[in-house]
């Protein structure tokens, strides 16, 4: 093969590019057997369903594109809720209680980024403690309350659309962080950075990478957004309570891993994770449309996180396998690190 | 940095270094003596604390939680993690009462049918992990999900009750022999059992070995991947003891029992001083920890705590222990490089 044709085979096996290809086939599924599947009304619904998962994938993705974890953003949206709604009730007004939670969430991320960077604690071993510490302030706040009645203009933001346009102002948020994110991760020296901590962080501390101040920021990143989408789901539901966004993790994990980013750090990239949200989102619909039970998505959604790691680990180990019978260089073929093409950036 | 501060710290003579010292090594030691003096503390408050009945409550539960933590701690010790004993402890227990109040087993084959459920869940466990080299994290996280699902698509909106199961199943529960909870009875020998095999076998050893370093373990000869798939078998066929025990314990069983319960284990494990990074660890230590989360969540209903405060609790006794292990590890190393400079 000549190297373009080469280069173009090489590009259909892109992470990115299979994704589309199942999310094509998915909307065509959809729309065979629901009619309403192709409307604009059903479009927001299926958006709006997973809005604050997909909002939580984007900082999520630096993280783990850094090597670290973070399992805490679920319990920062019970958190983040829970606060708004007491705050709310005491009277604050909606907008300087909003600016509130947003710090607390900044503050969450500073003491998973501080116990991460600083006191040198796995990130997973972090934000398996901390999880529970803001769940348990969040029932703290609110114990077994329900704050409802917010003003309408902010459960409009919740569950409105933009006039004329069927996409929910959530989804604007999302398009706007997704944007900024992209650029700063693909367009930026810190992005380079970001890629540098991932595939090798002693080496990229050696090339004079501050890798503890990165790290550090994302985890703030991701504390904020957090609480952003603990605002974004008080709005939508038009309430708060201290158990909202319960099991939450778990399916912006898969989002993120199903984007094509790899879970050992290093590699994956933003408009994979954009595409593995839409997936996501239609999937759900299309199930919900054909009264599949929530017990069977919760059950895919498990089933895909597994799968999304297996499959490039095995393409890998193909690959490796492929190598040595070319009689090329020995490579190692161990899943850990290895050398792979199915997503690199 | 840490040359500096091995030089400038020749605090390694100091008492409350040697103590501190002390105290890392012998955690299972300073557990106990930390349990002793809450229960005084709290005893002084709330004397109802001591009392035989509480006791017992205290014990019952944490021997499940314990049983658990054992087979957890197992895993943490190879490097990795189980999340999924949750949704074990919930389906086993479920599906145990279910067949029971359909009268499809026996109450023995519904142990052994429990157990052997928990066993096959956990092999799966492994097979994502060893086979196909997942990050254990991610594995469990996905079929934590995965099995909960199973669960709830089998029980719907259901639940079985007491009144449905077999009359003196759930006497189990509160019998005793010789003034000792069976739970707590079963839950000893188990832990005895672990031990000694951690302790005393070629493949405790080597569970040890794969945990502190997979690499030389390896090329020392042990299969790392067979090594990791039994922890996480031993790991789910405890979780599915844990599950019939949980059934029994609480006798009304949905979908949702159990929710949480990793949290509490993988904070006993962690409390009793098995250090999260692996390698080292004792199970008796996670036992311990078990046993002492259960005495603080009584205490704090004892002494009028309000609930809410539990989860937070757990999530600060987490961070603190593990916290603790990382500084105590990292003065250790320090001052093992000052004794070897001197």
Not at chain 1, 77 to 85: D, P, Q, R, T, Y
């Given at each position: 093969m000549n190297g373009r044709a080469r280069r173009w085979v090489a590009s259909l096996g892109r992470w990115e590019v299979l994704l589309l290809a199942v999310l094509i086939a998915l909307v065509v599924y959809g729309t065979t057997v629901s009619p309403v599947f192709l409307t604009g009304r059903n479009f927001a619904n299926a958006i709006s369903a997973v809005?604050?998962?997909?909002?939580?994938?984007?900082?999520?993705?630096?993280?783990?594109?850094?090597?670290?974890?973070?399992?805490?953003?679920?319990?920062?949206?019970?958190?983040?809720?829970?606060?708004?709604?007491?705050?709310?009730?005491?009277?604050?007004?909606?907008?300087?209680?909003?600016?509130?939670?947003?710090?607390?969430?900044?503050l969450g991320g500073l003491l998973n980024g501080f116990l991460v960077t600083r006191i040198g604690l796995p990130s997973l071993v972090v934000t398996l403690g901390t999880p529970a510490l803001y769940r348990g302030l969040a029932l703290v706040v609110l114990e077994s309350r329900g704050i409802s009645q917010f003003p309408e203009w902010f459960t409009g933001f919740g569950f409105g659309t933009v006039p004329g346009l069927p996409i929910p102002w959530p989804f604007v948020v999302y398009l706007a962080l997704a944007f900024?994110?992209?650029?700063?991760?693909?367009?930026?020296?810190?992005?380079?950075?970001?890629?540098?901590?991932?595939?090798?962080?002693?080496?990229?501390?050696?090339?004079?990478?501050?890798?503890?101040?990165?790290?550090?920021?994302?985890?703030?990143?991701?504390?904020?957004?957090a609480a952003l989408a603990g605002v974004i789901l008080?709005?939508?539901?038009?309430?708060?309570?201290?158990?909202?966004?319960?099991?939450?993790?778990?399916?912006?994990?898969?989002?993120?891993?199903?984007?094509?980013?790899?879970?050992?750090?290093?590699?994956?990239?933003?408009?994979?994770?954009?595409?593995?949200?839409?997936?996501?989102?239609?999937?759900?619909?299309?199930?919900?449309?054909?009264?599949?039970?929530?017990?069977?998505?919760?059950?895919?959604?498990?089933?895909?996180?597994?799968?999304?790691?297996?499959?490039?680990?095995?393409?890998?180990?193909?690959?490796?396998?492929?190598?040595?019978?070319?009689?090329?260089?020995?490579?190692?073929?161990?899943?850990?690190?290895?050398?792979?093409e199915m997503a690199s950036p | 940095m840490s040359d500096a501060a091995a030089l400038a710290a020749p605090t390694t003579t100091s008492p409350v270094s040697r103590l501190l010292g002390a105290a890392a090594r012998q955690r299972e030691l300073s557990l106990l003596l930390v349990l002793g003096l809450m229960a005084i503390l709290v005893a002084i408050r709330a004397p109802q604390v001591l009392s035989a009945s509480n006791l017992t409550d205290v014990s019952v539960l944490a021997a499940i939680i314990a049983i658990a933590a054992v087979g957890e701690a197992m895993v943490v010790i190879t490097r990795n993690v189980d999340l999924s004993v949750e949704a074990v402890i919930g389906l086993v227990a479920f599906t145990v009462a279910a067949a029971l109040s359909n009268h499809l087993l026996s109450t023995q084959?519904?142990?052994?049918?429990?157990?052997?459920?928990?066993?096959?869940?956990?092999?799966?466990?492994?097979?994502?992990?060893?086979?196909?080299?997942?990050?254990?994290?991610?594995?469990?996280?996905?079929?934590?999900?995965?099995?909960?699902?199973?669960?709830?698509?089998?029980?719907?909106?259901?639940?079985?009750?007491?009144?449905?199961?077999?009359?003196?199943?759930?006497?189990?529960?509160?019998?005793?022999?010789?003034?000792?909870?069976?739970?707590?009875?079963?839950?000893?020998?188990?832990?005895a059992v672990c031990a000694l095999v951690l302790r005393q076998t070629r493949f405790g050893r080597s569970v040890y070995a794969v945990g502190s370093n997979p690499e030389a373990a390896e090329i020392l000869g042990i299969r790392t991947a067979l090594v990791t798939f039994v922890v996480f078998s031993v790991s789910g066929l405890l979780s599915g003891e844990a599950g019939v025990l949980w059934g029994i314990l609480f006798g009304t069983i949905n979908a949702t029992a159990a929710t949480g319960v990793t949290l509490q284990v993988v904070a006993a494990v962690v409390v009793g001083g098995v250090n999260i990074f692996g390698g080292s660890g004792t199970v008796v230590g996670a036992a311990l920890g078990a046993l002492f989360l259960g005495f603080i969540s009584n205490a704090l209903i004892l002494v009028r705590l309000s609930q809410f405060w539990l989860q937070a609790l757990y999530g600060v006794v987490i961070l603190i222990a593990v916290a603790l292990d990382a500084f105590l590890l990292r003065r250790f190393q320090r001052s093992a490089t000052a004794r070897r400079r001197r």
């Open positions: 809005i604050e998962v997909a909002i939580m994938s984007l900082p999520m993705a630096l993280i783990i594109i850094a090597g670290e974890i973070d399992l805490s953003v679920e319990s920062m949206v019970g958190l983040s809720a829970s606060i708004l709604g007491y705050l709310y009730a005491a009277g604050v007004p909606i907008e300087l209680a909003i600016v509130v939670v947003l710090i607390v969430g900044a900024v994110l992209a650029v700063l991760l693909h367009g930026t020296w810190v992005g380079r950075e970001i890629y540098a901590i991932g595939k090798n962080q002693a080496a990229a501390r050696f090339s004079g990478v501050r890798v503890a101040r990165i790290k550090l920021w994302l985890f703030v990143l991701s504390g904020t957004v008080t709005a939508r539901m038009a309430s708060a309570r201290a158990d909202v966004g319960t099991g939450l993790t778990l399916v912006v994990v898969t989002i993120v891993l199903l984007g094509g980013v790899d879970i050992f750090g290093g590699r994956g990239t933003i408009p994979g994770v954009v595409l593995a949200f839409l997936t996501l989102a239609v999937l759900g619909n299309a199930l919900r449309l054909t009264n599949v039970s929530s017990d069977i998505q919760s059950i895919v959604v498990g089933l895909l996180l597994i799968v999304s790691v297996v499959i490039p680990t095995l393409a890998r180990r193909a690959k490796g396998a492929y190598d040595r019978a070319q009689g090329g260089r020995r490579l190692p073929t161990g899943s850990v690190g290895g050398p792979g | 084959a519904a142990w052994a049918f429990g157990i052997g459920l928990g066993l096959v869940l956990g092999m799966i466990n492994g097979i994502v992990v060893a086979v196909f080299r997942v990050p254990s994290i991610v594995a469990t996280l996905g079929t934590l999900s995965v099995y909960r699902g199973i669960d709830f698509l089998l029980a719907g909106g259901k639940q079985v009750t007491l009144t449905e199961l077999p009359p003196g199943y759930t006497n189990a529960a509160r019998a005793t022999l010789v003034g000792i909870p069976i739970f707590v009875l079963i839950a000893v020998a188990i832990v």
